[in-house]
């Protein structure tokens, strides 16, 4: 099946630095991915869409410039959080979407990177 | 985007029949039913997926009535490994533009 490979899968950052977390479609091709963010004892919360080869379309109240996103092939979609701040702690999720729209599920969910900005 | 409406909690004991519901009134016609399941700490895990009537797989099975406007997703002979959160998700898979919109989810604990 759809398999979507996340990366890393904990990271823990001192104030003020910046990292990226890799989403990878493995088995298949997706032109479109999610980025979750997802807080104790709280739901999945939609951070953005990326197309790939196009601009992130990112949902109200999150912030641009501070969560890059960068679908640059089919297969993978990164999100950088820059200058983070212990405030964006949290466990962030991507999702894919087949490119042809045929897997009987429609979308993978990554295993999810747990991030601590100390 | 169709909004879905679940239980927040329910509690069960090993061995029994589970059933979730999920009310989904604005459901369009294109749109899927699927039901995830997360653990903590991971990624959401797909359970089943319908459009109407009954669907059943190896670990559920999903009711759904002919006005579509509710699921139920049914877990037979739980155990204590079922404890999750399990949500559910109205949407058209086939449409690039549609995006996954997660409601509260329903917690489900599992007792001995």
């Known amino acids: 099946g759809a398999v979507v490979s996340q990366h890393p899968s904990w990271v823990i950052c001192k104030s003020g630095t910046s990292v990226k977390i890799e989403c990878r479609s493995l088995?298949?091709?997706?032109?479109?991915m999610f980025w979750y963010r997802q807080f104790p004892k709280q739901s999945l919360m939609l951070m953005a869409t990326?197309?790939?080869?196009?601009?992130?379309?990112?949902e109200q109240g999150v912030e641009k410039d501070k969560f890059l996103i960068n679908h640059a092939s089919l297969t993978l979609s990164t999100l950088t959080v820059t200058s983070a701040h212990p405030e964006d702690s949290s466990f962030y999720i991507c999702s894919a979407r087949d490119r042809r729209g045929t897997t009987p599920y429609g979308y993978t969910f990554g295993s999810g990177t747990r991030l601590t900005v100390v | 985007l169709a909004k879905t409406t679940q239980p927040i909690s329910m509690d069960s004991y090993e061995g029994q029949e589970v059933n979730i519901t999920c009310s989904h009134n604005?459901?369009?016609?294109?749109?899927?039913i699927t039901w995830y399941q997360q653990f903590p700490s991971q990624g959401p895990r797909f359970i089943i997926q319908g459009y109407k009537t009954k669907v059943t797989n190896e670990v559920a099975s999903l009711f759904i009535p002919a006005d579509r406007k509710s699921s139920t997703l049914s877990l037979p002979r739980v155990s204590l490994s079922d404890t999750a959160v399990y949500y559910c998700l109205v949407g058209d898979q086939y449409s690039s533009a549609s995006k996954i919109i997660f409601g509260s989810g329903t917690r489900l604990s599992i007792r001995p």
């Open positions: 990326s197309n790939e080869g196009s601009k992130a379309t990112y």
């Open positions: 604005n459901i369009a016609t294109n749109d899927y």
């Open positions: 088995d298949f091709q997706a032109t479109t």
